[in-house]
C-alpha cells in the first residue's frame, strides 16, 4: 500500500490536499470492488475544483463511457479486469480530454497505473499514431521476450514522454 506522498507523486503535478487524496484511495478501491463483481469495467470521475466525485457505470468488459463538464478538471479511474495498462483508446480520451488532469488504471491484481499532465504543453497526436506506436512496440524484435502487458508499458512511456505526461506504475490498494 502506498502512503499519501506517494500518491501525490504518481498523481503528480497535481497539489492534492487529504480530502483529495482519500477520493483518489476510496475511487482505487471502488472500481477494483465493482469491476470484479461484475467483470466490466467501471469509472469513477473526481472534480478537482470541489471534490465531488461521479460513478460512471455504463460499462462491459473492454470499456467504459463517462462525461465531464469541459469548464472543470478531473481525475479520472477506471478498472481493467483483464489488468492490462492503458489503451490506446484510454491514452487518447486523456490527449483529447484537456479537462482530465490524471487518468488512473486500477488493474484487478492489484496494479495501478497512472498517467498525468506534466508541465509540457500537449503535443498534437491521433489515435492512430498512438495505435502505430502500440504496434511497433508489439513487433519489434528487441522486445520479443517481453510480455504485451510490458510491451504496453513501454509504448505509454514513449508516448507518454513524447506528449510530455507523467507515467507511472505502482500499487495504491
Not at 67 to 81: A, F, T
Request: one cysteine or more; proline letters at 3%; glycine letters at 6%.
Amino acid at each position: 500500500m502506498l502512503d499519501d506522498k506517494k500518491i501525490q507523486e504518481l498523481y503528480n503535478p497535481l497539489i492534492l490536499g487529504d480530502d483529495l487524496i482519500d477520493k483518489i484511495i476510496e475511487a482505487h478501491k471502488t472500481v477494483l470492488k465493482v469491476g470484479k463483481t461484475s467483470n466490466t469495467e467501471y469509472a469513477i470521475t473526481i472534480c478537482c475544483e470541489t471534490n465531488a466525485t461521479k460513478i460512471h457505470t455504463i460499462g462491459n468488459h473492454k470499456s467504459v463511457a463517462y462525461l465531464c463538464e469541459p469548464d472543470k478538471s478531473y481525475i479520472v479511474i477506471h478498472n481493467h479486469p483483464n489488468n492490462t495498462p492503458f489503451s490506446p483508446r484510454d491514452l487518447f480520451s486523456f490527449y483529447s480530454g484537456i479537462h482530465h488532469k490524471s487518468l488512473g488504471v486500477q488493474c484487478h491484481d492489484g496494479t495501478a497505473y497512472i498517467i498525468s499532465r506534466g508541465t509540457l504543453n500537449n503535443t498534437a497526436i491521433s489515435f492512430d499514431k498512438i495505435s502505430e506506436v502500440f504496434d511497433r512496440v508489439r513487433d519489434a524484435p528487441e522486445y520479443i521476450n517481453l510480455t504485451l502487458r510490458e510491451k504496453r508499458e513501454i509504448a505509454i512511456f514513449l508516448i507518454a514522454r513524447r506528449q510530455g505526461w507523467v507515467f507511472l506504475k505502482g500499487a495504491l490498494i
